[in-house]
């Protein structure tokens, strides 16, 4: 019992040096159901591209048997002088009450987390198997990549159902035009509900959509995937059926989002 009660105040110590003090700056739709929430960056945070924060609410009005923390992959860029997350808005007690905080209120935030980050070898091709709100940390991954003037080679496989519900697209578009190593595939799968003109790729990612746009880096490269955990499995059986090796498949799951 108390080897127990010692490794749990051990934990305990551990989770508080990561504890900070924050405030909500701003908050915005992104997509039809996605809202962004930006933050203010606290003295001495650091993280590095595509990790994640733990958010606690303080005193929320409401609660449920989710409880008053979520984690959420970090948006932003290390660079950047905010921070900010974005989320589907279900209909649960914690997002009801952050959707509806005054800009200004204090929150509880904890952090980093996560290894879901660029690898080193810039010889390897990243590749992003990439499903709606699953973009966060892949956005922030390739925003960074921008600004350091990266040398690796980056290709995002981005699936929708409808532009409409594509978070961050227009800035992931936009980014090609920083940095000439990412490419961006865009794909729809719902384009006959949608009210807007799209010219990119169409159905869910396939073994042929990556093969035709990877070609011969293909097998030299590794593959990150994030997103609830249906999409992660069903990315990580596409890239096994096309001879990739699980020890180059990198994956994050987003549990109850």
Not at 94 to 104: D, I, M, Q, S, Y
Not at 233 to 245: S, T
Request: aromatic share 8%; charged share 25%.
């Amino acid at each position: 019992m108390l080897a127990v009660l010692f490794l749990d105040s051990t934990r305990q110590i551990i989770k508080n040096k990561n504890m900070y003090k924050t405030k909500l700056l701003k908050k915005q739709d992104v997509a039809e159901g996605t809202m962004a929430f930006t933050v203010e960056k606290p003295a001495g945070f650091e993280f590095k591209a595509g990790q994640s924060i733990d958010l606690f609410l303080i005193n929320p009005p409401e609660t449920d048997a989710e409880g008053n923390k979520r984690a959420f992959s970090l948006v932003s860029a290390p660079q950047d002088p905010e921070l900010m997350i974005a989320t589907r808005m279900r209909d649960t007690a914690f997002k009801r009450v952050l959707k509806n905080l005054p800009e200004g209120t204090e929150l509880d935030l904890d952090g980093p987390w996560g290894d879901l980050t660029l690898h080193n070898d810039t010889s390897k091709t990243a590749v992003f198997l990439v499903g709606g709100i699953g973009v966060t940390p892949f956005h922030s991954m390739v925003k960074d990549a921008a600004l350091r003037k990266l040398l690796h080679k980056i290709v995002m496989f981005y699936s929708n159902r409808r532009p409409e519900d594509a978070a961050f697209l227009s800035e992931l578009t936009e980014l090609q035009q920083q940095n000439p190593n990412y490419k961006l595939v865009a794909t729809m799968t719902e384009m006959d509900k949608s009210q807007q003109p799209w010219s990119g790729e169409t159905g869910y990612i396939t073994g042929e959509m990556v093969k035709k746009y990877l070609g011969d880096a293909l097998n030299s490269s590794i593959y990150y995937i994030a997103g609830p955990p249906a999409m992660v499995a069903a990315m990580r059986k596409l890239a096994n059926e096309i001879g990739i090796n699980d020890d180059y498949i990198k994956t994050e799951e987003f549990v109850g989002y």
